[in-house]
């Protein structure tokens, strides 16, 4: 699998995704600068990670989903080439209209930065087909703005459509309806704020994030 | 010339940083706040050729997030 990581300024999970994908696929992803205008010949994976790119100015990913790189995402994912945003990657792919709705301020205002428990939603698609439908899993979240929020309508098309893929279990941020993730309407688009690449081994205390690689794996290769 | 841009959350979007400000205020005396709602003001300071609908796309390509936003334009001299 030829997958590409994308580096904005202030990114700071890029290395761990990037550790992650190499773990699992055993290929070393290519780290993309923002400033670039195109993506390696052949991307059959790209993953936007968390961090606070451009220091989360005017709003949290505002800034990156306006970046050069992003302009060969969104041509990309309109090929159906697979796309993951965790945490500030999330709110990239919302800003940049990849997905719908938007992270706000976690309810609580404070930064939530624990492991969560999630129900896998949709365990049909690229990104979640290593989980059983309904199965529970752990995954940490390390974040200030995960709150998601989208119109009555949208989120009943969310869920009628089987594109929420993750949903908290229990109280994190005062998201709508508990939504952890989101996939887009072709589902090769997949946000979350969870972050899988902080499960993965044991060392992590629990592996629960690297089925979602290995299925991804399994999906694209 | 100048124009100010006011990008407020839409109605009905919960504010929980206005929410701590209400809080804030009340715990400092100060009673009868029946809401507090925090936006953002952005100044932009323009070349006097620049068209309304320009300011306005500006708005809603970047400064504002119209899913959860609103935005009012004021132009100044």
């Given at each position: 699998?030829?997958?590409a990581v ?10 761990d ?120 899993i ?32 229990g109280?994190?941020?005062g ?47 | ?27 400092l ?32 390509k ?9 935005f ?6």
């Amino acid at each position: 699998m030829k997958s590409a990581v994308l580096v904005f300024p202030g990114s700071n999970c890029d290395r761990d995704l990037a550790v992650a994908i190499k773990a699992v696929t055993g290929r070393a992803p290519a780290m993309v600068w923002h400033r670039e205008a195109e993506l390696p010949e052949g991307t059959d994976l790209i993953a936007i990670p968390g961090g606070f790119s451009y220091g989360d100015y005017l709003r949290s990913g505002a800034m990156a989903a306006r970046s050069p790189i992003m302009r060969a995402v969104v041509d990309a994912a309109g090929k159906g080439v697979p796309v993951l945003g965790v945490c500030n990657g999330f709110q990239v792919l919302t800003e940049a209209g990849l997905l719908p709705g938007a992270l706000m301020r976690n309810a609580g205002l404070h930064f939530v930065c624990r492991p969560v428990g999630l129900r896998v939603e949709n365990s049909q698609s690229i990104f979640t087909n290593g989980y059983s439908a309904s199965e529970e899993i752990t995954i940490p979240v390390a974040h200030h703005d995960g709150n998601y929020q989208a119109d009555a309508e949208t989120l009943d098309r969310l869920q009628g459509e089987g594109r929420v893929a993750f949903r908290y279990t229990g109280e994190v941020n005062g998201s709508a309806r508990s939504i952890a993730g989101i996939l887009n309407d072709a589902g090769n688009v997949l946000g979350m704020m969870p972050h899988p690449e902080r499960a993965l081994e044991a060392a992590h205390g629990n592996t629960d994030g690297r089925r979602l690689f290995e299925g991804l794996l399994e999906a694209v290769a | 010339m100048k124009a100010r841009v006011f990008v407020t959350l839409k109605p009905g979007v919960l504010d929980p940083q206005g929410k701590a400000i209400h809080h804030a205020l009340e715990g400092l005396g100060f009673g009868g706040v029946a809401d507090v709602r925090a936006g953002k003001l952005i100044e932009l300071d323009l070349v006097d050729e620049t068209s309304d609908a320009d300011i306005e796309a500006m708005c809603r390509k970047l400064l504002a997030n119209t899913v959860i936003e609103n935005f009012k334009i004021e132009k100044a001299a």
